[in-house]
């Protein structure tokens, strides 16, 4: 039987907590705490942007997890990880690229630059886009789960090019907003880490329900497929026997 719903108790109960979190973090962010020194009220954006882009990695890290799992153990569970993963991470990275993109126009003068972090990043969309592409090009079950794998290990290769992008070369955006050497503390930190675990709750209750489709999805392909089969049996007069 097909459930009517991905939904449960416990997504539910996240599903709460996260819209609770955003509350609090977007009251924290707009009202309490104060102006950046330098960059004003722009500097707000960090709160939503970072946030995302952590889940958004965290979402490619279990693709390639998942991929690399599947490669090993040919395990159902894990490739339906991947590819739940890549997709609900490509929504944070298209929240990434959105909210940079406001962030840039007070602070460069300009929506959008050809900086290397933006464009390392622009690969990086482009990549897990492909992933998908061929996840969703026609072949055998196997088949497509093994060559979206190595699509996915190669994609990740550009993740920490991303992340090492401002260190590497010099552009308009800035270094790491997290690292030993950031400035920032205090209130403006504390929300920005509670900004961080909040998305990182919103990520996962996306995760669940996108797994929860994409296992039923299979469900359905594999009985159509035995079902095809079973009809190509009739077709050429075999017979099924069942043994007790």
Request: a neutral charge.
């Amino acid at each position: 039987m097909v459930p009517a719903h991905t939904g449960s108790r416990t997504t539910r109960l996240l599903g709460l907590a996260v819209l609770a979190g955003i509350a609090v973090v977007l009251v924290l962010a707009l009202a309490v705490t104060g102006p950046d020194a330098v960059q004003g009220d722009a500097a707000r954006l960090i709160y939503l942007h970072v946030p995302v882009a952590v889940s958004m990695n965290v979402g490619f890290g279990l693709c390639t997890l998942g991929s690399v799992m599947w490669l090993w153990k040919k395990s159902r569970w894990w490739d339906t990880v991947a590819v739940s993963a890549a997709e609900v991470g490509l929504v944070f990275t298209g929240l990434t690229l959105v909210t940079g993109m406001v962030w840039g126009r007070p602070t460069w003068g300009v929506y959008w630059t050809w900086d290397a972090r933006l464009t390392t990043f622009s690969l990086l969309f482009l990549l897990y886009l492909g992933y998908l592409v061929v996840r969703h090009l026609p072949a055998d079950l196997e088949v497509r789960n093994r060559r979206s794998a190595y699509v996915a290990l190669l994609a990740f290769v550009d993740v920490p090019i991303v992340y090492l992008s401002v260190s590497w070369w010099r552009g308009l955006h800035q270094t790491a907003t997290l690292s030993l050497s950031s400035t920032i503390s205090g209130l403006m930190l504390f929300t920005l880490v509670l900004g961080i675990v909040v998305s990182l709750m919103g990520f996962l209750w996306l995760l669940v329900h996108r797994f929860r489709v994409a296992w039923l999805e299979d469900e359905v392909e594999i009985a159509g497929l035995d079902l095809a089969i079973s009809e190509r049996r009739a077709e050429a007069g075999i017979v099924e026997v069942s043994t007790p």
